[in-house]
């Protein structure tokens, strides 16, 4: 690398263009002549190239450390870009959140409009009834402080005082009031089995089918659908009788005797498909054949509930009622059958008879009169009954699971009920007018059945005097 310029032209000049200067020429002298030779001849090919390739090293070192300046400020560059890149990446994600968020924002304002919404709807349509309800909720309170006093003396009413008339009804639990008052036990200052037990759109249902609609009956429908044991009414007078008919009327009841060839048979049927039966006429001893049904001696045979009447055994439907009624004024059962009915006292009271002889004045003389009358208790009866529908309707809304403002059909079901609701309320008002306007006008009528009441007593007492005097 290092030939001086001066000795490579000598060797240029001198020995190269020599044709005897080649290693076989040489070789011919001297071989250790062609060994410099060939060195000589490397050397000089060596400069030449070396020459060339000198320039292109330099270029080459040049061009690498600029390469290498410049890929330091690319990794610097790089570097910058990765931090530009890393930070945009961050600002992206940050914006991604931002809009998800801002998006919820959003949605959650925008629920918060319709709950605002349907809340103004709510307000609106169940506003008016705040004091309604507000007493409703302080009587139930009321209610719920003498629940313990009250269904104790309900409890006694029904298994015990069913067979009796209404003063000895009344004393009893007048005295039953006392010894839990003696004790301390919470009950209503006065008790009404209907306030504790009635259902007004049930018992308005009796009224229309045919039950009197004076306390003493209505306490007796309240036994008999509340009493465990089957129902014996006494019953002189058929009320309890047209009763259970018309009640049970849409069932297909069957009605029977036992003096009837085929009354087992019957039962054994109704029993098994779940049909309403009245027995009647009954007298003071009843067929041995009932008790099992009496006692509901029911138990189950091969996943079905059954029951034994006579020597067989028959499926026992649900839905199976059992009504008993006797035409005797005054009856003496024996306590072993006492023990098995409810013995219900259903001979028609003053103020009964007097309801009922009223109507068929006013059906004499103003049928009109009368014929809107029923027309208004038909239609006062419906309208309390969907007035109860919409009432449990909107509770049921209310007590549901969840916010209500988040139940879009929830609050269409309470506008709809309260649109109802104020439309029955309306008619109720027009048809309490109404009926108080034909009240006034039918009261112009009682004289006369007051004074048919006190005449169908006085006949139907004249058999304290003689056994035969009766009508």
Not at 75 to 85: D, F, N, P, Q, T
Not at 264 to 287: C, K, Y
Not at 330 to 343: D, F
Not at 402 to 418: M, R, S, Y
Request: proline residues 4%; hydrophobic residues 40%.
């Amino acid at each position: 690398d290092n030939i001086p310029a001066k000795v490579i032209g000598i060797i240029r000049k001198e020995f190269v263009p020599d044709e005897n200067f080649t290693p076989g020429q040489i070789a011919k002298a001297s071989s250790a002549a062609e060994g410099l030779c060939k060195w000589v001849l490397a050397m000089e090919g060596y400069d030449r190239v070396a020459k060339v390739v000198a320039p292109k090293k330099a270029a080459l070192a040049q061009a690498e450390g600029e390469l290498a300046e410049a890929m330091e400020v690319l990794e610097k560059k790089r570097a910058s870009l990765k931090l530009v890149v890393d930070e945009l990446d961050a600002l992206k994600a940050k914006l991604q959140e931002c809009a998800e968020k801002a998006a919820e924002l959003q949605a959650q304002a925008d629920l918060c409009e319709v709950k605002l919404g349907r809340a103004e709807e709510l307000i609106a349509g169940l506003g008016g009834e705040k004091t309604r309800w507000t007493q409703v909720a302080d009587d139930l309170q009321v209610a719920f402080t003498n629940l313990t006093g009250d269904v104790l003396v309900s409890s006694g009413y029904v298994a015990y005082l069913g067979a009796f008339f209404r003063a000895f009804r009344e004393e009893a639990t007048g005295g039953w009031i006392s010894k839990l008052g003696e004790l301390d036990v919470p009950r209503s200052g006065h008790f009404s089995l209907e306030q504790v037990l009635g259902e007004p759109v049930k018992i308005r249902d009796w009224v229309i089918n045919g039950l009197p609609a004076d306390a003493f009956s209505i306490d007796n429908g309240i036994v008999v659908s509340n009493a465990r044991r089957w129902p014996l009414c006494i019953d002189p007078q058929g009320q309890a009788n047209k009763w259970f008919r018309n009640m049970e009327m849409a069932n297909k009841m069957k009605v029977i005797k036992l003096t009837d060839s085929d009354f087992v048979r019957t039962l054994e049927n109704s029993i098994q498909f779940g049909t309403p039966v009245l027995l009647e006429n009954v007298g003071q001893e009843l067929d041995p054949t009932l008790e099992p049904l009496l006692l509901k001696q029911v138990f189950k045979q091969g996943g079905a509930m059954c029951i034994r009447l006579g020597d067989a055994t028959i499926e026992y439907s649900k839905d199976f009622r059992f009504y008993i009624t006797t035409k005797l004024p005054n009856p003496h059962y024996l306590p072993e059958t006492a023990v098995k009915v409810t013995l219900l006292n259903f001979m028609i009271t003053v103020d009964g008879l007097q309801d009922q002889l009223l109507g068929i004045v006013v059906a004499q003389e103003r049928p009109d009169l009368e014929e809107e009358k029923n027309k208004l208790i038909l239609e006062s009866a419906e309208n309390k009954r969907k007035l109860k529908d919409t009432e449990d309707k909107i509770l049921e809304v209310l007590s549901a699971e969840g916010n209500i403002l988040e139940n879009q059909e929830g609050i269409q079901v309470l506008k709809d009920a309260k649109i109802i609701s104020n439309e029955i309320e309306e008619k109720q008002v027009i048809a309490e007018e109404t009926e108080k306007r034909i009240d006034e006008a039918r009261a112009g009528y009682t004289p006369i059945a007051w004074s048919s009441s006190i005449l169908f007593f006085a006949i139907s007492s004249l058999s304290s005097i003689e056994p035969m005097y009766q009508y």
